[in-house]
């Protein structure tokens, strides 16, 4: 593992310091972000959907599964809203460069259908939408990937919530203030910490060579598909994701079967909060399939509340896996496939 350990191995190999990024993501819990425009008088919201692509979706699914809201909450990723959508719908289109063309057709439907529109963009198309019609909206940092910037879109968002009066400030001041003690936990996982004592570093060098299936409960279902895309976009490596309790009545049954031998590393992000019969599924299912699949390595998910639970889960999936791209070779900032699709579609 001394590899990892190597300053200048890890300089040469992280030339955009994607490392030093995910060092603070901690302060994007705290970023004082504005609302250009804040609604002055609101309408009665009788559902929130957010219009996103990718990482820019991330902040939204961690905000769902926290939240549970009292008014049904649907994250749409794709061009077209659904027909519901009209006076009491507030519509959040974020997308961080703000060209997203799924996102800005989202944004051009909803102005269609009467809805209450807010935006989240750190420039762009979006945010020229966002002053024409004199729209909510919140600007973002433009310093780093889409997909480590989750936790400032989650801030964004979660402001925006709060201002059209869906979520009270008490949410607001529990995202807020889990901000230092998140600083405390990445400590653990900075490259200046030796391999045997990091635990990002550890499970990096279990997954090389191999394609990672995590699982979660339904609670932090977001947390999960943070990791597979952190995985995908960080690491240039294929990965997957589910959730339990749908995980036992499908694939769980694909895994009982050839070849035995199989190249994945199967990780459960595991929380205290889990459903007394979920954590249940986790034991038994990794013991019916003793033999047939990888054995799973459980990561408990660290803190007292849920949220920090997911703050602590997204944080570490970054640093896992720009771990596992210095172990491919790849540089874990460029997505050069992404940009290539994007001038292509044009």
Not at 27 to 46: D, H, K, N, S, W
Not at 214 to 227: D, G, I, L, T
Not at 229 to 238: D, H, L, V
Not at 325 to 346: M, W, Y
Request: with cysteine; hydrophobic share 45%.
């Amino acid at each position: 593992m001394e590899l990892l350990d190597d300053a200048n191995i890890i300089k040469q190999r992280d030339p955009f310091d994607a490392l030093g990024v995910a060092a603070k993501e901690w302060e994007q819990v705290q970023f004082q972000l504005e609302i250009a425009r804040p609604p002055q008088q609101t309408g009665v919201i009788t559902q929130v959907v957010v219009a996103g692509m990718g990482g820019s979706a991330l902040g939204a699914g961690l905000l769902k599964d926290w939240l549970n809201l009292s008014v049904p909450f649907e994250i749409i990723k794709t061009y077209n809203l659904p027909a519901y959508v009209g006076t009491q719908t507030l519509v959040i289109a974020d997308s961080y460069s703000g060209n997203t063309e799924e996102t800005i057709a989202a944004a051009h439907e909803a102005h269609a259908a009467g809805a209450q529109v807010a935006i989240v963009a750190s420039g762009g198309k979006l945010l020229a939408l966002a002053e024409e019609h004199g729209y909510p909206s919140v600007s973002l940092p433009d310093d780093f990937q889409p997909r480590m910037g989750v936790l400032a879109n989650a801030n964004a968002m979660l402001r925006l919530l709060h201002a059209f009066g869906v979520v009270g400030q008490d949410k607001l001041d529990e995202f807020i203030s889990s901000a230092e003690w998140l600083q405390e936990q990445a400590t653990a996982w900075l490259p200046s910490v030796p391999a045997e004592q990091n635990m990002a570093k550890q499970l990096a060098w279990k997954c090389a060579g191999k394609s990672p299936v995590m699982y979660a409960s339904s609670q932090f279902r977001a947390v999960a598909y943070k990791w597979k895309i952190s995985f995908n976009e960080n690491a240039k490596n294929i990965a997957w994701w589910n959730e339990l309790p749908e995980f036992n009545h499908n694939e769980f049954i694909g895994w009982s079967s050839h070849p035995v031998e199989k190249p994945y590393a199967v990780i459960d992000l595991r929380s205290s909060f889990d459903h007394a019969q979920i954590q249940k599924r986790f034991e038994i299912s990794d013991r019916l399939l003793s033999g047939q699949r990888p054995a799973s390595v459980d990561i408990e998910l660290q803190g007292e509340s849920i949220i920090k639970q997911m703050l602590w889960g997204s944080l570490m999936a970054d640093f896992v896996t720009i771990y596992l791209a210095l172990l491919n070779q790849v540089d874990p900032t460029k997505v050069v496939l992404v940009e290539k699709l994007k001038i292509e579609l044009v």
